[in-house]
């Protein structure tokens, strides 16, 4: 069991726990059990028959929040080679619910999936609300895969992006699939999540656009890195929405090369801002330029927070929150609140749904943008 | 050893009593929250890990969040005379919080309070914070501790009062027993006592001294108060060889005797253990290695970079830059080079940490790598705390031989016998700040002399049930050694 992990496993079993400076889940729940490296040896244990395979055992591993604050902090990552326990974590909770311990949400979530193909519950709404949002601009073989977090969460965030593209006279096509699998994998539904991930697969590649562009990091992280270990191929082009925006609207001309940050379209907004990396942006995909790059040119002010890029404190789960009381994911957020209240900006803008929904209910919901919206809110129309 | 140590033999008479006072959820005799307390950080325990069932686990974890809960259970405790060990960060390196009879482990890390006393230049915090987030908040007002131990990401701050532990930059900040002001903390039997934040009192003994490096043997620290210090305007690095480590002590010696404000780190790497930086960086091969790290207002670092210059080039010291010291800056909390010899089936690396006065140190030095020498593979010594009459000796042992844990585990363990064997003989302390737990309690006597006893006889008048982490301070149990 876990063959593929029995390095990891002996490493973390017995390594000196300097990633519990970073974990969420020991920082809020403050006992040794959820220490990551204590997790591991729990799943070692597991592995070697030690311990039986219990519900407080699966209950102790949905205590991660699949951050990837650990691996930041991992004590072999000082010279360049950190150890990631994330995936043992999802691998054991796969074993767990096979074993047949089925904790009551893991139940509830099994449901969720029979019924609507994803963790969140009944997007269609959504889908189709954003479908009629999508009015102008030509096909030019983009399609636009809106994951089931974000349409069940912040929806309003892609709504913007499709405004915008529509502006620059582009009408994608909105993908009628919009899980990825990668929620289920990480909640241990491993094999629900591989059937989602080859549907998906199956649908892109009929599709007659040449090009994907996903809304949200971690469906990017998922097709392009996932999707690999899988052996599963997408055709198209693969581009993260940021970096299509950052591609569409960067002034690419000569002249513009002493200030090549400048947007065409865009008016500067005398605000201070700041950014929040999320999880997947800043540690699974270390893509800290592209977000900084067009919001300093939106805004006048810009301000790091106090823990930034890859050492950002996350503002809410990585993956879909199964067995995250409310409790924690309030204090999680209430946790980078207090730095952005420090920073004392007129905004924070985000690019994950996870961490824009957390910053909307836990902070101030006027003060929050995703890029998109940003975009949209500086956007002026060019003379003809 | 008990023969089913995964099974919790623990008495229902008294868990019922523990959850009167105790909520349900804080109380455990689940095998996962047993296991993830039963091991520390040193190699011993790991070897354990690595051969199959963990051989000591206690019987229920606690995690109480008030000192009233605590003092509570160690009046249960008492009446049924059972063993309890205090749970930090899991950091210790000398097998301090060995469940060899299983019995009641309280994790301490719910204790979290903290209150900023700017003006009198001090934080109280719960002993369950991780130092370097108790660091992170200190930085957020403007404010450092200067507690930088290598193990700060893991370890808590009640674990640094309870080894008597030690950061980093030492010179400038202090010892911990310099940093601590009060302390609150529960007797074994039950009894909360506090002490005053008094800067200095002539009023009797000092009773924080009853709990550094009182390692759980004393009673349990629910709450400290530390120095901090508004936080440097800036630090600064020199880095010089020596034909000798000789030259290099003579060297400290001199800087020493100056007392300079802003002399935060002084380290002092023989002439084997420098050997990899001093190829990296393309030194003079064969030359000890120093590096002085300066930390505060940026006029007088400048002074007394001049001053400790000066000291130097009187000792033959050549001057290097500062480039070496801001990589060891940035590398110096890893220690993933003794886990990797640990991992091996046959292998087992750590450090052993002793000090001496100056006219012993040398003598020390020497004696200590010539015991080692016929048994371990690797032995690094370097020098990384001085002080006005001595300093510390931090020797780095890898030892890779025989065929199993067991054997690295028997052999690692006779190379700390003879290691500390020889710096007794040689005149030192055989341990300078990580405590010495069970796996050092064998020389407590030729430590301490009579003081053992003094020692043994305060322990029978606080903890007549002998309840308290038994084993530790060779006080109540079998040592381990």
């Not at chain 2, 020498?373 to 010594?381: F, N, S």
Request: proline fraction near 3%.
């Amino acid at each position: 069991m876990f063959n593929e992990y029995n390095k990891l496993m002996e490493d973390c079993s017995m390594c000196n726990d300097q990633c519990v400076y970073g974990c969420p889940a020991f920082t809020i729940n403050r006992t040794t059990t959820v220490y990551p490296g204590r997790k591991v040896y729990l799943a070692y244990s597991l592995a070697r028959n030690e311990i039986d395979c219990t519900e407080s055992l699966a209950k102790s591993l949905y205590q991660c929040c699949s951050c990837g604050l650990c691996k930041t902090y991992c004590v072999y990552g000082i010279k360049g080679d950190p150890r990631d326990p994330i995936p043992l974590f999802h691998k054991a909770r796969y074993e767990i619910i096979k074993r047949g311990i089925k904790l009551d949400y893991v139940k509830d979530a099994e449901v969720r999936i029979n019924k609507y193909g994803n963790l969140y519950g009944d997007v269609s709404i959504a889908l189709s609300e954003l479908k009629d949002s999508n009015i102008k601009g030509e096909e030019v073989g983009i399609i636009y895969l809106v994951d089931a977090e974000s349409l069940m969460i912040n929806s309003e965030a892609s709504k913007a992006a499709i405004t915008l593209m529509n502006k620059k006279n582009i009408k994608p096509i909105i993908s009628d699939r919009f899980e990825s699998g990668y929620d289920l994998k990480a909640n241990g539904f491993l094999e629900e999540a591989i059937s989602m991930a080859k549907k998906m697969a199956e649908y892109l590649n009929k599709s007659s656009a040449n090009k994907l562009v996903i809304a949200s990091p971690k469906t990017y992280y998922a097709i392009k890195e996932w999707y690999k270990e899988l052996g599963i191929k997408i055709k198209q082009e693969v581009i993260l929405e940021i970096d299509f925006f950052y591609g569409l609207f960067i002034v690419p001309c000569d002249e513009y090369k002493s200030r090549p940050y400048d947007l065409q379209n865009f008016i500067k907004t005398d605000k201070l801002v700041a950014y929040h990396d999320g999880s997947f942006m800043a540690r699974y995909l270390k893509n800290y330029d592209a977000p900084r790059m067009i919001i300093k040119s939106l805004f006048t002010q810009y301000q790091e927070l106090r823990t930034n890029k890859e050492k950002a404190r996350p503002l809410a789960s990585a993956v879909y929150p199964l067995g995250i009381s409310e409790d924690f994911l309030k204090k999680l957020a209430e946790r980078r609140i207090i730095e952005i209240k420090d920073a004392n900006v007129d905004y924070v803008i985000t690019s994950d749904a996870q961490s824009y929904a957390a910053l909307k209910k836990y902070w101030n919901k006027e003060k929050v943008l995703s890029i998109s919206e940003a975009l949209l809110m500086n956007y002026v129309e060019m003379e003809k | 050893m008990k023969k089913e140590v995964y099974k919790s033999n623990f008495n229902e008479l008294i868990l019922n009593e523990i959850k009167k006072i105790i909520p349900d959820e804080a109380v455990s005799v689940d095998i996962i929250d047993r296991l993830a307390v039963a091991h520390g950080a040193f190699n011993v325990e790991y070897k354990w890990i690595q051969s199959g069932k963990y051989p000591y686990i206690p019987d229920v974890v606690i995690w109480p969040e008030t000192t009233e809960q605590v003092s509570e259970i160690l009046k249960i405790a008492n009446k049924y005379k059972t063993v309890v060990i205090p749970y930090g960060g899991g950091s210790g390196a000398v097998m301090g919080s060995v469940f060899y009879n299983g019995g009641i482990c309280i994790d301490m890390k719910k204790f979290t309070k903290l209150v900023f006393n700017e003006k009198g230049m001090s934080v109280s915090a719960g002993a369950g914070w991780n130092i370097a987030q108790l660091e992170d908040e200190l930085n957020r007002m403007g404010f450092t501790m200067g507690h930088f131990p290598q193990s700060m990401y893991s370890a808590t701050i009640a674990g640094s009062v309870v080894t008597n532990a030690i950061g980093t930059f030492s010179t400038k900040y202090g010892k911990f027993d310099d940093m601590l002001i009060a302390l609150e903390a529960v007797l074994p039997t039950g009894e909360i006592m506090y002490t005053k934040d008094s800067p200095k009192a002539s009023t009797g003994i000092n009773l924080n001294h009853l709990f550094l490096g009182s390692e759980g043997a004393y009673g349990i620290c629910t709450e400290v108060t530390v120095k901090i210090w508004p936080k440097p305007e800036a630090r600064e690095y020199s880095v010089y060889t020596f034909k000798t480590t000789h030259d290099g002590f003579e060297a400290i010696r001199r800087i020493m005797a100056t007392s300079l404000s802003t002399l935060a780190v002084v380290r002092l790497y023989d002439e084997f253990e420098s050997v990899f930086t001093i190829n990296k960086f393309n030194f003079e091969k064969g030359y000890a290695l120093l590096y002085l790290g300066f930390e505060g207002r940026e006029d007088q670092i400048e002074v007394d970079i001049n001053i400790s210059d000066q000291c130097c080039l009187k000792e033959g010291g050549i001057y290097k830059g500062d480039e070496a010291a801001k990589h060891w800056e940035r590398e110096r909390f890893d220690t993933s080079y003794g886990l990797d010899t640990t991992h091996l089936y046959n292998g087992a690396a750590e450090s052993l940490e002793v000090s001496a006065s100056w006219d012993k140190l040398e003598n020390v030095w020497l004696a200590m790598r010539n015991a080692l020498a016929p048994y371990a593979q690797l032995i690094h010594v370097h020098f990384s705390h001085v002080y006005h009459t001595g300093g510390n000796l931090y020797c780095i042992i890898h030892t890779i031989r025989g065929e199993n844990p067991k054997d690295a585990e028997k052999i690692f363990l006779e190379c700390v016998r003879k290691a500390l064997d020889a710096c007794v003989i040689a005149g030192g302390s055989v341990s300078h700040h990580h405590g010495i737990g069970t796996l050092k309690s064998k020389w407590m006597l030729a430590e301490h002399n009579n003081g053992f006893e003094v020692m043994k006889k305060i322990k029978k008048v606080l903890d007549p049930n002998n309840i308290m982490n038994p084993p530790v301070l060779g006080l109540g149990g079998e040592a381990n050694v």
